[in-house]
């Protein structure tokens, strides 16, 4: 009774567990389309690697998926299984009787056949007309007919014999198939979940490294923020800052890989207390790009990671120059209010402007040497250096603005 009930509930658990796999691989599958609408908000070797790690899950919940299946399939056959081989061994064990069984009606036969012919020969001879003679010769006929009558027998029971061993062979047949097709689905199982198993690794690798990239992302972000703040530049929400960096912490934390057949990899949401950029739009007029020949490699604007559901709020972008070690140009009349070198951003130059305008520029490679404190510049002035990428961000009266607006 225990036996069936388990067999019973046994499908039922994995058809549960199926269903949600095939939700999770249809709401996986649905961020991969939407992601590849919109990941250019941001770094393109970050949204690259975002994307990377969802076709990575996406492969591990159809991974599992046939695991489920597979376990299913197993669960419902095992029980076949342990009769068919049950029935196998017994099938065996009758077959090597009736062998042997056959072996000696083979023989018998044999020996009853050459019994039949020697009487034959015997009977061809010439008698003597005499009454012993016809005697034995009555005696001889009858041993003959005897013999043969024996003969029909045995050949009948051995035909009979054969088409048993026959039907068996066949049905041991048709047994080892199934068992061994059960036996090649229990392999299947083990490489599947190995397999599956490498993936779960190989994923755990892709997000550490992630991680440490978004987190980098937001490291530069909150360095350049507390610097504009310091400088009053911007106004920063200290309770709702730490609120946010504290449910960005413990989604890095808690959106983990669980390995287990029954359960996929689960996005947590948090922050739900993102603190929304006060965002303006630029009215004035247009004015030359800081970079004279670039690529866009961030764009400005709201970002929601893929991976751990936090908001990223792009509050500037990121140009690549396509020559090495560029020059960085003001794009506005103004006066230097600060440059120096930091630890996160490397060095900085910030320059104000009319009503309240201010533009950024960090990451720079190098400040020019005449570029200090205080001194007043006109636009397309040489501000310093750039290697990899510059980061440009154009705030005013504490708003954000989008800075490819100041010059497309």
Do not use: C
């Amino acid at each position: 009774m225990i036996r069936l009930l388990i067999g019973l509930l046994i499908p039922f658990i994995l058809l549960i567990a199926e269903d949600n796999i095939n939700k999770k691989i249809k709401s996986t599958n649905s961020k991969i389309n939407t992601f590849s609408k919109s990941y250019t908000s941001l770094n393109k070797k970050l949204a690259k690697n975002a994307k990377a790690i969802l076709k990575q899950r996406l492969e591990i919940q159809e991974q599992q998926k046939f695991l489920q299946d597979l376990k299913l399939q197993l669960s419902q056959k095992e029980l076949s299984y342990q009769d068919n081989t049950s029935q196998l061994d017994n099938l065996v064990t009758h077959n090597e009787k009736l062998k042997k069984d056959q072996d000696a009606i083979e023989q018998e036969l044999v020996f009853v056949i050459a019994q039949s012919v020697s009487l034959s020969v015997i009977l061809e001879d010439e008698y003597t007309v005499d009454e012993n003679s016809l005697i034995e010769f009555e005696i001889l006929h009858e041993m003959l007919k005897a013999s043969k009558e024996k003969a029909q027998m045995l050949n009948e029971k051995y035909y009979s014999n054969s088409k048993d061993i026959e039907s068996l062979n066949e049905q041991a047949k048709s047994l080892r198939t199934a068992i061994d097709s059960i036996d090649a689905k229990r392999k299947k199982l083990i490489s599947a979940q190995e397999k599956n198993k490498k993936s779960l690794n190989k994923l755990e690798l892709a997000k550490s490294e992630y991680k440490q990239e978004v987190k980098a992302l937001i490291r530069k972000q909150n360095a350049l923020k507390n610097t504009l703040a310091e400088l009053n530049i911007i106004k920063i929400d200290k309770e709702k800052k730490a609120k946010e960096e504290k449910d960005r912490e413990i989604a890095f934390e808690e959106q983990t890989e669980i390995i287990e057949d029954t359960n996929l990899p689960k996005v947590k949401k948090h922050g739900s207390s993102y603190q929304a950029i006060q965002t303006k739009e630029y009215k004035g007029s247009k004015t030359i790009a800081p970079l004279d020949a670039y690529t866009i490699s961030k764009k400005y604007g709201t970002y929601t990671d893929p991976i751990y559901g936090i908001k990223i709020f792009n509050e500037s972008i990121s140009l690549k120059p396509d020559i090495p070690n560029a020059k960085v140009k003001t794009v506005f009349n103004g006066k230097v209010i600060y440059a120096d070198k930091t630890a996160v951003l490397d060095n900085i130059v910030i320059v104000e402007h009319e009503d309240g305008l201010h533009t950024i520029y960090a990451n720079l490679s190098q400040i020019s040497p005449n570029i200090k404190k205080g001194k007043k510049i006109k636009k397309g002035y040489s501000i310093g250096r750039v290697d990899e990428e510059l980061i440009f961000e154009v705030t005013q009266k504490s708003y954000h603005i989008n800075p490819i607006k100041l010059f497309k």
